[in-house]
């Protein structure tokens, strides 16, 4: 079945350095890959899309990075602040329809 | 401002009781979706619809039910037939394309009393 992953559910790191977020997905060959910021009690809100010809995109201080070979997206924050805490999602659109199927997500926690 | 909202923010209801959440958007978007988010389980996707008049089931549809009359709006009913209706439910909505965002509203907090 087609599964997405995010292989860490909490991620804590001090303020200053990068935060490195993985999503691995199977059985599947999406064309583009999301990802999403969602604050305690909130809905996600849209960071990055990545598209499978972009093997790159940077936005501000945000890095995401898309290897089709080894179905994994990789999602960066440099230079990292305590207001960066939040739960970051992976998703990939599935199927005809274009629905979105979601990661459980990963909850990165900086330090000050 | 634009933007999809969600009513209301906080819901108790009584075991065997139906309960129906509101999404509304005014971002003229097509496509319309709820979903359900648990501790631990992410998102997951309860129903959606591309076009008025037309709804299709997600991953758990089962105990839940929709309507789509409006492109505004698609309310969501939970039933007495969902077996652990306590959860977040978020509601989202995305413009016509594979490749385009999802804007979500900022979700729905019902708990079972």
């Known amino acids: 079945s087609q599964k997405i992953e995010q292989n860490s559910e909490a991620l804590n790191i001090q303020e200053g350095k990068t935060a490195t977020l993985t999503c691995n997905y199977t059985?599947?060959?999406?064309?583009?890959l999301q990802w999403y910021r969602q604050d305690p009690g909130r809905g996600p809100v849209f960071l990055l899309l990545?598209?499978?010809?972009?093997k790159e995109k940077r936005k501000e201080r945000l890095k995401v990075t898309f290897d089709t070979t080894l179905k994994q997206s990789l999602f960066h924050i440099t230079a990292s602040q305590p207001a960066d805490s939040a739960t970051y999602l992976c998703a990939l659109v599935r199927g005809s329809q274009g629905n979105l199927i979601f990661g459980k997500g990963t909850k990165l926690s900086v330090k000050p | 401002d634009g933007g999809i909202t969600q009513s209301p923010k906080y819901l108790f209801r009584k075991e065997g009781q139906n309960v129906t959440l509101s999404c509304e958007q005014n971002l003229n978007h097509d496509a319309m979706y709820w979903y359900r988010q648990d501790p631990g389980q992410g998102l997951r996707l309860i129903y959606y619809?591309?076009?008025?008049?037309?709804?299709q089931k997600g991953d758990i549809a089962e105990g839940y039910s929709v309507s789509r009359e409006k492109k505004e709006s698609f309310p969501l009913t939970v039933t007495s037939a969902q077996k652990n209706p306590t959860a977040f439910y978020l509601c989202a909505s995305s413009p016509p394309g594979r490749n385009t965002e999802a804007f979500f509203g900022q979700g729905t907090r019902l708990t079972v009393v």
């Open positions: 990545i598209r499978e010809n972009e």
């Open positions: 059985n599947y060959s999406p064309a583009y």
């Open positions: 619809s591309q076009i008025v008049n037309d709804f």
